[in-house]
């Protein structure tokens, strides 16, 4: 598996040309447009729009706070009482200054990130002790953040956009099946009764082993067949679209315990 900084290149690029796309889709809306539904229940685009800008403003301060040495956070006042504000237009905006926002906010991510030395790339964003959010993570993996946050909510605008990139797919999959060891969601309810284990192999890519015992998880790549309750298989794609709570693309196949194999979004809700 290619490691995140032999794919920064194509990453990169792959995050700019979904940025791009986003930002052509929303510019060609007018402000009914912009106030149009999603395909995410309970959000308009434009609530995707302010997401979005916000995002790139979190992950600018985030990048720059690491590279001075200082402890940061995407919800500095806590995702409890500062996300939903997050999600409307601020005092005196008009939905139009929300795109104009996220346009000029991503240009500036994409300046803090290209002015980072290699050194600076290695370092570890640290987040405060009572405000923890993304976790001890390090600074390369805020790329992939972002790029998982405009493939994503691009295809929830329900503009049409390109499906997922191959680079976003590849990258974002074993990163998001790793990151069960220590998340399983955000937010959202988890069902802690469910207790077992599932095999998730890609047609097209890694199989991996996800147990949960207890409040224990444990996820590991696997060779091959391995024994578990339930076997769930499909594309890599669909794969990543299981773990971010998505629709597919294609139907999964389930071996095993079908009804254990179709709990698994309520064992891990996504994020």
Same mark, same amino acid.
């Given at each position: 598996?290619?490691?995140?900084?032999?794919?920064?290149?194509?990453?990169?690029? $792959? *995050?700019?040309?979904?940025?791009?796309?986003?930002?052509?889709? /929303?510019?060609?809306?007018?402000?009914?447009?912009?106030?149009?539904? %999603?395909? /995410?229940?309970?959000? %308009?685009?434009? +609530?995707?729009?302010?997401? *979005?800008?916000?995002?790139?403003? $979190?992950? +600018?301060?985030?990048? /720059?706070? +690491?590279?001075?040495?200082?402890?940061? %956070?995407?919800?500095?006042?806590?995702? $409890?009482?500062?996300? /939903?504000?997050t999600l409307s237009p601020r005092a005196g905006e008009t939905p139009f200054d929300v795109v104009e926002g996220f346009v000029a906010e991503s240009e500036n991510l994409q300046r803090a990130w290209a002015s980072a030395t290699r050194a600076e790339w290695n370092l570890t964003v640290r987040e405060p002790a009572e405000n923890p959010d993304l976790g001890s993570v390090p600074l390369t993996r805020l790329p992939l953040a972002r790029l998982t946050e405009v493939e994503v909510h691009g295809s929830d605008l329900g503009l049409g956009l390109k499906d997922w990139s191959d680079v976003f797919v590849e990258m974002a999959l074993p990163s998001r099946l790793e990151w069960l060891n220590t998340r399983r969601t955000n937010h959202r309810d988890v069902d802690e009764s469910l207790q077992g284990s599932w095999l998730l192999m890609a047609t097209d890519g890694p199989t991996w082993l996800i147990s949960v015992t207890g409040s224990s998880v444990q996820a590991l790549p696997v060779s091959g067949s391995s024994a578990a309750t339930s076997v769930v298989q499909g594309s890599s794609r669909d794969l990543l679209a299981l773990l971010l709570g998505r629709p597919t693309n294609s139907e999964l196949l389930i071996g095993g315990d079908v009804r254990f194999g179709e709990s698994f979004q309520s064992a891990f809700p996504g994020p």
């Open positions: 598996m290619a490691t995140l900084s032999e794919r920064g290149p194509a990453l990169a690029d $792959a *995050l700019a040309a979904r940025t791009r796309e986003i930002a052509a889709s /929303l510019r060609g809306l007018d402000e009914r447009g912009l106030g149009t539904p %999603s395909q /995410l229940d309970g959000w %308009s685009r434009l +609530t995707i729009a302010c997401h *979005l800008r916000y995002g790139a403003e $979190a992950l +600018t301060r985030m990048t /720059l706070d +690491t590279r001075a040495d200082k402890v940061t %956070s995407y919800y500095p006042g806590g995702r $409890a009482d500062e996300r /939903l504000g």
